[in-house]
């Protein structure tokens, strides 16, 4: 299975232009959205929505910290677009569990506003070789800020050290996108940035995971 992953789209008409470029191009059977779809307060939310609906394949979205309510919301509206915030989809075999939002503190970034909740319910979604979706990385992989400081979240760690998923899509440091292993787990930060359009993640079974990042 091909994964179309992309993080931090913020509203950006470029970053939608290059989105729909590379879903005609390289046919992926899904695409992942990992958080930040609109700009500060929500702006801009609905053209996203239109546009991934318009991509004609499935497209699995979490919350961003620049996200407001109204993601949620118009997922839930929006055809072939499903809000993965604590739920479990599966498509061609693979499972994808996700969780939504971030706080965006400096250097210690946080899952959500009551993480130690949401770290449980997700605990409990988790199996060995799943894909999980989240905005923030894990503290210490694809996580530095100006080169200098990890700004990833301790929890999403320890997560991954303890359920093992096949791959870790997530975003929000810009800079840093790219990939790493966190354990037996590739990590790939798909943020959307000036040198960034994302990654594409071949998923096989009985495979390890492979990831292209892509230039704009």
């Known amino acids: 299975m091909l994964i179309y992953a992309v993080a931090d789209i913020h509203g950006n008409p470029g970053h939608l232009e290059a989105i729909k470029k590379t879903v005609q191009r390289e046919k992926p059977h899904v ?30 979205v979490i919350k961003g910290n620049t996200d407001g309510k109204s993601i949620q919301e118009l997922a839930a509206k929006t055809p072939g677009v499903e809000d993965l915030h604590l739920k479990t989809a599966m498509l061609e075999g693979a499972t994808f569990v996700g969780a939504g939002g971030t706080v965006p503190i400096p250097f210690r970034s946080k899952l959500a506003l009551f993480e130690k909740d949401v770290v449980r319910r997700l605990d409990n979604l988790l199996t060995p070789g799943c894909v999980l979706v989240v905005h923030p990385p894990p503290y210490g992989v694809t996580d530095k800020v100006l080169g200098k400081f990890n700004a990833g979240s301790k929890s999403v760690a320890s997560l991954i050290k303890k359920r093992e998923p096949a791959v870790c899509i997530c975003g929000h440091i810009h800079e840093n996108a790219g990939t790493a292993m966190a354990g037996k787990t590739l990590v790939v930060n798909c943020a959307m940035s000036r040198s960034s359009a994302g990654a594409l993640i071949q ?8 990831c292209q990042m892509l230039a704009p």
């Open 31 to 60: 695409l992942i959205a990992a958080g930040d779809l609109s700009s500060h307060m929500g702006k801009g939310a609905q053209d996203v929505m239109q546009t991934l609906s318009s991509l004609g394949l499935p497209v699995f």
């Open 203 to 210: 998923l096989a079974k009985g495979q390890a995971p492979e």
